[in-house]
Nanobody, 120 residues
Framework: QVQVVESGGGLVQPGGSLRLSCAAS????????MGWYRQIPGKQRELVAT???????NYADSVKGRFTISRDNVKNMMYLQMNSLKPEDTAVYYC??????????????WGQGTQVTVSS
């Protein structure tokens, strides 16, 4: 079964740092673009950052200069290094992967989400 699983969320004080990880597993043939999204209760899910298989990145204006997205194509992993965290970064963070797997059509896969809370 193809899946993506996030880890690394938690409680951090304003100005602190966290590193999120996303692991893709299963009968994967190719992973195309991967991304991090976040959602606050009652609001739409929003893009945080994306990274292509070639390493090109894109960031939401609100996180530019503070967050860094990266991936390891050998390990099928993606990361989000979050620095200078602010209370408004509090949300559930989701991993997304555009993947082609054995016996499956190419599709978007979502993780279950990991909570990030920035509070003193």
């Amino acid at each position: 079964q193809v899946q993506v699983v996030e880890s690394g969320g938690g409680l951090v004080q304003p100005g602190g740092s966290l590193r999120l990880s996303c692991a893709a597993s299963g009968s994967i043939i190719t992973i195309y673009t991967m991304g991090w999204y976040r959602q606050i209760p009652g609001k739409q899910r929003e893009l945080v950052a994306t990274i292509t298989s070639g390493g090109s990145t894109n960031y939401a204006d609100s996180v530019k200069g503070r967050f860094t997205i990266s991936r390891d194509n050998v390990k099928n992993m993606m990361y989000l290094q979050m620095n200078s965290l602010k209370p408004e970064d509090t949300a559930v963070y989701y991993c997304n992967a555009d993947m082609w797997a054995t016996g499956q059509w190419r599709a978007d896969y979502w993780g279950q989400g990991t909570q990030v809370t920035v509070s003193s």
